[in-house]
């Protein structure tokens, strides 16, 4: 196995693996520092059913239940986001146009599952890429009295904002329900990875709607000012699908955006939910 920067990025590329084999002894090892360090791994080209998915997936962490159980695939922590439809015409899967812009997902959550793997079946031929940025970077390159400004504070994460108005159609699909089951949350802005005392910022665009103490003016153009500086294009990984290809990100150290593609092309991706080991990686804690 080869670990390298990813297209010049903070991303690694894992080069030389036939994952369907699901690795063992000091490769697992080596790619779980990987992803811990990195916090966005790549696999191009593997073939890999979706049980050889899961069970990659375990060596990682645990595979858990994404709470959007229409989308379902096969196993039960598979999930298909997609715009195609089945012979039946029904949707294979969910396509959210809220993952067009930046965001991290969970943390609207008091505990968010923090893994996951996105895994190319069909991919658009123009368009379609996705794009993650590093919020350990971010921090690391912001200067000393920003970095005081922000140490302690806290922000306020709303599902309700994330979901947006609740449609008809997503009424179907239990939004408005999940709403009602998910209070607002608070987390520090900035977390420190237990094992490295390496420290990220944690922001989510349109998730975050306040931080605590600070008037709504301040706060909005301060989150402004840190989405702007955390998905500068230094900052940023921008992964070109290729069928076959896996992406593991860690939702606390990176945001992601899904770009457009045309209506006529065919996309689906397979997604799995990772609980990461606490020990290793960041779990954005509950503020007090
Ligand atoms: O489909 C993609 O490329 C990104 C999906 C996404 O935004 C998500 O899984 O949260």
């Known amino acids: 196995m080869d670990f390298v ?23 697992a090892q080596a790619i779980r520092e990987a992803y811990r360090e990195h916090g966005v791994l790549v696999f191009r080209r ?3 059913s979706e049980r050889e998915l899961l ?62 793997f996105l895994y190319g079946v069909e991919v658009p031929a123009n368009g379609g890429g996705t794009r993650w940025a590093s919020l350990y970077r971010a921090y690391e390159t912001l200067s000393d009295s920003m970095k005081n400004t922000i140490d302690a504070l806290v922000g306020t994460f709303s599902y309700r904002a ?12 239990d939004r408005a329900r999940r709403i009602g089951e998910t209070p607002d949350v608070k987390h520090p802005l900035v977390n420190v990875n237990p094992a490295t ?4 910022l944690y922001i989510d665009p349109g998730t975050v709607v306040g931080i605590e103490g600070m008037p709504q003016d301040e706060a909005d153009s301060l989150l402004d000012e840190l989405l ?28 992601h955006a899904r770009d457009a593609f045309p209506n006529e092309e065919n996309r689906l991706v397979k997604r799995m939910i990772i609980k990461l080991d606490p020990a290793q990686h960041i779990i954005p804690p509950v503020a007090a």
């Open 5 to 27: 920067s990813a297209d010049g990025s903070f991303a690694c590329e894992v080069k030389n693996t036939a994952l369907w084999e699901t690795p063992t002894g000091d490769d």
């Open 46 to 48: 593997q073939s890999l």
């Open 55 to 116: 069970d990659f997936g375990r060596l990682i962490g645990n595979p858990s239940i994404y709470a959007e159980t229409h989308w379902l695939s096969t196993y039960d922590e598979v999930i298909i986001l997609s715009n195609m439809r089945g012979q039946d015409g029904e949707p294979l899967g969910g396509l959210a146009n809220k993952g067009l812009t930046w965001h991290t997902d969970q943390s609207y959550y008091a505990e968010p599952v923090t893994g996951c």
């Open 162 to 173: 994330r979901a947006g108005t609740v449609t008809k159609e997503d009424d179907n699909h």
């Open 197 to 200: 005392g390496r420290k990220a």
């Open 228 to 255: 702007a500086h955390t998905v500068r294009p230094e900052n940023v990984y921008e992964h070109d699908w290729r069928t076959g290809d896996l992406v593991l990100w860690d939702n606390a150290v990176a945001l």
